[in-house]
């Protein structure tokens, strides 16, 4: 994707459409700032995905988002495997992805555990250390074939 400012702009403009996922102002705010210096994956205005590279051998998807009215159509599913082809020609070994817990209810968060789920993820560990015993955080990884 293009320069930092077109990365906060998308990031800001997407997630501002995602309150369901999104709610948190001062959360969308860091992503905003964060996402800037951050890899970063589009399609056209509809999503992206940005990535935290924290070791040689692993990485995070640190955020995506993909427009209410164009989910479910492969964009999602498109962000991630460039995401990953990414990170396996810098010969990165795991990838984590952190969402809200199966112990605070949510249809919308268990709609995205399905989809990463359904792309590989495994469910590893629920902490509420991350975000507060109101948010429960599911770290679910995924070990990247070379």
């Known amino acids: 994707m293009d320069g930092p400012e077109q990365r906060s702009d998308l990031c800001r403009e997407i997630l501002t459409a995602l309150p369901a ?3 948190i102002e001062e959360a969308v705010q860091r992503y905003v700032r964060e996402v800037a210096d951050l890899p970063t994956f589009a399609v056209q205005r509809d999503g992206f995905l940005a990535l935290k590279l924290h070791t040689d051998a692993a990485a995070e998807v640190y955020v995506m ?3 209410a009215e164009r989910q479910r159509r492969g964009i999602g599913t498109a962000l991630l495997e460039s995401a990953e082809a990414f990170l396996r020609e810098h010969g990165v070994e795991y990838l984590q992805v952190k969402t809200l ?3 605070h209810p949510s249809r919308n968060y268990a709609a995205t555990r399905r989809f990463y789920a ?3 993820f495994r ?3 629920e902490l509420t250390a991350i975000w507060g015993e109101e948010n429960p955080c ?3 990884v995924k070990r990247l074939e070379p």
Do not use: D
Request: glycine fraction near 22%; charge should be positive.
């Open 118 to 120: 359904a792309r590989g």
């Open 138 to 140: 599911l770290i679910m």
């Open 21 to 23: 996922w999104f709610g």
């Open 101 to 103: 817990g199966p112990s």
């Open 65 to 67: 988002g993909v427009r």
């Open 123 to 125: 469910p590893l560990e």
